[in-house]
């Protein structure tokens, strides 16, 4: 079962604006990561916030988590046409031995517009 | 340069005929895994595997057989294939047992005809 559902599933905007997704969860987690996918290609890592984190920067990308509404977003601001990708967020949950594993939404499909 | 690779990049096979799908990493990570991803479905996990001969079931195993027998290796091995499995499949590696950052191989995408 899919963990993670984000929201919008598709987002087009003008460069220069921010762009915000959302991502809802429904367990209990240890970490929330968001990844971006360009077309057909493997996924690549953004940003990691822990559990006991509130809200985490590197660059252009803030992200929030808010643990009590299990839902988590990021925001891209000063967007350009290069941010044109889907992005996924993922979440740590306890697997059936004592590892974890990471469980993707279905992404959201963001398109920035010249 | 550390990275994921993955071969082949495309296959187009026939319903039946076994086939494995290699995944290799020079990190010398511990944490493997792999996921296909189908449209309107996302990213599903099929195994993972926490070290060298411990691995464990994702969300979508049925049909997939996995194996760790070296820390750089796990191949993933469809048996007897089928058009439902058709597919782009990544494999991914981790540092840790801890799946945090995982870096992606350039995925494979499989055609079962």
């Known amino acids: 079962s899919q963990q993670g559902e984000e929201d919008p599933q598709a987002l087009s905007i003008q460069e220069g604006e921010n762009a915000t997704m959302n991502c809802s969860y429904k367990?209990?987690?240890?970490?929330l990561q968001w990844y971006r996918q360009n077309s057909g290609r493997g996924l690549v890592h953004l940003i990691l916030i822990r559990s006991n984190e509130r809200e985490k920067h590197s660059g252009r990308l803030r992200v929030t988590l808010d643990t009590s509404k299990k839902s988590s977003s990021l925001l891209i601001t000063a967007s350009r046409a290069a941010d044109t990708a889907s992005y996924f967020c993922a979440t740590d949950a306890r697997g059936k031995t004592s590892g974890s594993r990471l469980t993707f939404g279905e992404g959201t499909q963001l398109t920035v517009n010249p | 340069e550390a990275q994921v690779t993955q071969n082949p990049r495309y296959l187009i096979t026939v319903t039946g005929k076994k086939l494995t799908v290699t995944c290799s990493q020079n990190m010398n990570h511990e944490y493997m895994s792999w996921y296909r991803q189908d449209p309107g479905l996302g990213l599903r996990q099929i195994y993972y595997?926490?070290?060298?001969?411990?691995?464990d079931k994702g969300d979508v195993p049925e049909g997939y057989k996995v194996s760790r027998k070296e820390k750089r290796n796990f191949p993933l091995i469809l048996e007897s294939p089928s058009p439902n499995q058709t597919s782009l499949y990544f494999c991914a590696s981790s540092l840790s047992v801890r799946p945090h950052e995982q870096y992606f191989g350039p995925g494979t995408r499989l055609t079962v005809t």
């Open positions: 367990t209990s987690i240890n970490n």
């Open positions: 595997s926490m070290n060298v001969e411990v691995t």
